[in-house]
T-cell receptor, first 115, second 117 residues
Framework: GAVVSQHPSRVICKSGTSVKIECRSL??????MFWYRQFPKQSLMLMAT?????????EQGVEKDKFLINHASLTLSTLTVTSAHPEDSSFYIC???????????FGNGTRLTVT | AQTVTQSQPEMSVQEAETVTLSCTYD???????LFWYKQPPSRQMILVIR??????QNATENRFSVNFQKAAKSFSLKISDSQLGDAAMYFC??????????????FGTGTRLKVLA
């Protein structure tokens, strides 16, 4: 089946630094990838839709300059949390459909802790 | 805007028994997809079952089945012969119709299922 690989699984960084999270589709081409944020015991909140070769589409209330998304190839999308602050601590999950009729395939998620 | 509502924050079921998780959604579209995803403590999202809105027949996957009521905009998940491994957070999700090459998935708030031995 389709596999989405997300790295790192855990990261701890100091306030003010930037962190990059990678999301790769290992055995299929993903023209679209979705980035979600999940707070403890809550649902998945869509942050942005990443499209290969074009700018990401951000959801209302998500800071574009804070959460930089790059989708430079059909198998890789990255989310960079810039100038991280403790309130950015959360669980971030990427996902991608294999095709139009395919369900979402999810990465394992990244637990970000900003100290 | 489309919304997905899961009115049961938590459910419990005895091992080997049957449990039904509720989901309602709101949309003006006629063609869309519905999904149930499972998130165990590992937090890996796992697809349980999917339903195409244009299909009247309810989807089934082994012990998992859905009751899809399109007119009522209801999409419940039935788990038969519950197992300890079924304990997880269950999310109902709606997928918008394809438009301009992109489409969103909207998730409900989730139902935490506990399986009692």
């Amino acid at each position: 089946g389709a596999v989405v690989s997300q790295h790192p699984s855990r990261v701890i960084c100091k306030s003010g630094t930037s962190v990059k999270i990678e999301c790769r589709s290992l055995d299929f081409q993903a023209t679209t990838m979705f980035w979600y944020r999940q707070f403890p015991k809550q649902s998945l909140m869509l942050m942005a839709t990443s499209n290969e070769g074009s700018k990401a589409t951000y959801e209302q209330g998500v800071e574009k300059d804070k959460f930089l998304i790059n989708h430079a190839s059909l198998t890789l999308s990255t989310l960079t949390v810039t100038s991280a602050h403790p309130e950015d601590s959360s669980f971030y999950i990427c996902s991608a459909p294999q095709g139009y009729n395919s369900p979402l395939h999810f990465g394992n998620g990244t637990r970000l802790t900003v100290t | 805007a489309q919304t997905v509502t899961q009115s049961q924050p938590e459910m419990s079921v005895q091992e080997a028994e049957t449990v039904t998780l509720s989901c309602t959604y709101d949309t003006s579209e006629s063609d869309y997809y519905l999904f149930w995803y499972k998130q165990p403590p590992s937090r890996q999202m796992i697809l349980v079952i999917r339903q195409e809105a244009y299909k009247q027949q309810n989807a089934t996957e082994n012990r998992f089945s859905v009751n899809f009521q399109k007119a009522a905009k209801s999409f419940s998940l039935k788990i038969s012969d519950s197992q300890l491994g079924d304990a997880a957070m269950y999310f109902c999700a709606y997928r918008e119709p394809f438009a301009s090459g992109t489409y969103k998935y909207i998730f409900g708030t989730g139902t935490r299922l506990k399986v009692l031995a």
